[in-house]
């Protein structure tokens, strides 16, 4: 994923304004989301503040940077988060990268974040119930 970014003829400080802009997107749709918006309501009590890590987190993630020094998974272990909210978080997020960056960092970002929802569900869903879904609990 990184390679594919450092090929790509996007200059630094570019690729900073357009993750910054990415983010605050994806904030702007996931708040307005009926499904995901009640739980960044409840999670996130300044948003400001937020977005800034999460910026740092995705130009960590793209650009190599080192501001953010955290590990996001932990971070989420805690939400209220359902099976259904990861196909949803992902479309938002790849809708904003698209509308955001340029192609190939875009690109770049959506192939992350699928990875990074493969990982958390996994993560905070290792279990199948009776019907063979993804469950906290084993069924």
Same mark, same amino acid.
């Given at each position: ?6 090929? !790509? #003829? ?7 304004? !357009? ?16 499904? /995901?918006? #009640? ?9 400001? #503040? @937020? /977005? ?7 130009? @960590? ?7 953010? *020094? ?5 971070? @989420? ?12 978080? %992902? ?13 190939? %960092? !875009? ?10 929802? *493969? ?14 879904? #993804? ?5």
């Amino acid at each position: 994923m990184e390679a594919a970014v450092k090929e !790509a #003829p996007v200059d630094d400080e570019a690729a900073e304004a !357009a993750i910054r802009a990415c983010v605050k997107r994806f904030y702007e749709k996931g708040d307005a989301d009926p499904m /995901l918006g #009640p739980i960044f309501a409840k999670s996130i009590p300044e948003l400001a #503040p @937020h /977005l800034e890590i999460v910026a740092n987190f995705w130009s @960590h993630a793209l650009l190599g940077t080192t501001r953010y *020094q955290g590990t996001p998974f932990g971070v @989420h272990v805690n939400l209220p988060i359902e099976v259904e909210h990861f196909g949803r978080w %992902l479309s938002l997020f790849a809708e904003a990268a698209k509308e955001t960056m340029p192609e190939p %960092l !875009a690109a770049a970002a959506i192939a992350r974040a699928e990875h990074m929802t *493969q990982c958390f569900q996994s993560g905070l869903f290792p279990f199948k119930d009776a019907e063979g879904r #993804p469950s906290k609990l084993p069924g």
